[in-house]
Nanobody
């Protein structure tokens, strides 16, 4: 069984920063691509950022220059550093992890990010 736990969300003022973590545990031996997605109230889930197994990254245009995705393979953890946060960044943030051994993908349960003064 594989568990994904997102953490690091919270309430922050506009212009502030947060760092989200996505930690994998359980019977997952090889992690490939990991993506961050977000879903605001009454909106569809959208892509935020992705990092490959070799460290290549890509970002949604709305977060380029403000967010940075990184990974620590030894800890089976992926991070999303979010700077210069805006109210429109408010959403539940989810990570999606590729299990390369099982050729499967898993979603975490999400962490709430609220940007408000």
């Amino acid at each position: 069984q594989v568990q994904l736990v997102e953490s690091g969300g919270g309430l922050v003022q506009p212009g502030g920063s947060l760092r989200l973590s996505c930690a994998a545990s359980g019977s997952i031996f090889s992690i490939g691509v990991v993506g961050w997605y977000r879903q605001a109230p009454e909106k569809q889930r959208e892509f935020v950022a992705v990092i490959s197994g070799t460290g290549s990254t890509d970002y949604a245009d709305s977060v380029k220059g403000r967010f940075t995705i990184s990974r620590d393979n030894a800890k089976k953890t992926v991070y999303l550093q979010m700077n210069s946060l805006k109210p429109e960044d408010t959403a539940v943030y989810y990570c999606n992890v590729e299990d390369t051994w099982r050729e499967a993908y898993y979603w975490g349960r999400g962490t709430q990010v609220t940007v408000s003064s």
